[in-house]
């Protein structure tokens, strides 16, 4: 694609009352090393056996070998603690930045490089949960908790110790704590994964960037197709086609941008930040 076709998009649809949406899947946490949930490394073996991840992942499995669930969870909690965030999480934070008010974050990944990056929890919508947030799974209460320091960093698939079990202990109630995460058995809701909240943003989006989700989950969906039943346009970042790819060419000057985000995020950055300046100069 011509560079000149997005940026022209980007000239006719950005203007000081655009209201920006970005959301993000696990391709921009892959390009800082993070691997993809459904990729070979989201399998876990117990004992003879290899469960998928949407095995794993569920309330069923937790209350069945709960053990078996934190140490998953353990592992990819220390993967995400060491990966950092890339030029493509970096430009979403200059993206805040500049439409401040009018920019809300939908992010699909629980590995926090968003936060780490330096977007608002204000504005950032974790719709999965974070893998460093634990709370109880006998609802004693919604509070949610920082996942102990000490559980970070263990090696893959030692067994739980009875002082590791004691931290992933609710200190209110005695039963279990559990990942901060949206299992594959479960709903989406309001309080923990900010539901309604990432529909009003879409109903109020001018203009939504989609960066490395394939659209496998509800939610994004329905963001999706909230902005383009609203006029929206979309601009899809994506290395390969996906099911937001012709929905964004579909939009009103929508586009697919096959290319990574940590390519293309500050090229789009830069153009913004050109857009705005030359339209500050014209202002007397």
């Known amino acids: ?21 970005v959301m993000t899947g696990a391709g921009i946490s892959a390009e800082s090393g993070i691997p993809t949930f459904r990729g070979p490394e989201g399998y876990w073996t117990v004992g003879s056996r290899s469960y998928h991840p949407q095995e794993m992942a569920t309330v069923a499995m937790f209350r069945r070998r709960p053990d078996d669930v934190w140490q998953w969870y353990l592992h990819r909690a220390t993967v995400c603690h060491q990966a950092a965030p890339n030029a493509g999480h970096t430009a979403i934070v200059a993206l805040e930045a500049l439409f401040d008010n009018r920019f809300t974050l939908i992010t699909q990944n629980v590995d926090g490089l968003h936060l780490r990056a ?17 709370r109880c799974a006998a609802g004693c209460t919604d509070d949610l908790r920082p996942l102990p320091e000490a559980l970070i960093g263990r090696a893959k698939t030692a067994p739980l110790t009875a002082v590791e079990r004691e931290l992933l202990t609710c200190p209110n109630c005695g039963d279990r704590l559990r990942p901060h995460v949206l299992w ?14 990432s529909l009003d943003a879409a109903t109020a989006t001018d203009l939504l960037v989609i960066v490395g989700t394939s659209g496998a989950t509800n939610l994004p ?10 006029g929206g346009t979309i601009i899809d970042i994506n290395p390969t086609p996906n099911p937001f ?13 096959q290319q990574p985000s940590g390519r293309f995020l500050p090229e789009l950055i830069h153009e913004i930040q050109k857009i705005m300046a030359d339209r500050t100069r014209r202002c007397p």
């Open 1 to 21: 694609m011509p560079p000149s076709d997005w940026a022209a998009t980007i000239r006719r649809h950005v203007t000081s009352q655009t209201r920006l949406t």
């Open 118 to 134: 330096g977007n608002s929890a204000r504005r950032t919508y974790q719709i999965h949960g974070n893998v460093f947030q634990v």
């Open 184 to 197: 594959f058995d479960e709903t989406y809701n309001e309080h923990h994964f900010r539901f309604q909240s």
């Open 221 to 230: 969906n329905q963001v999706a197709w909230a902005v383009f039943q609203n």
């Open 245 to 257: 790819s012709e929905l964004a060419r579909q939009s009103p000057g929508g586009q697919f941008i």
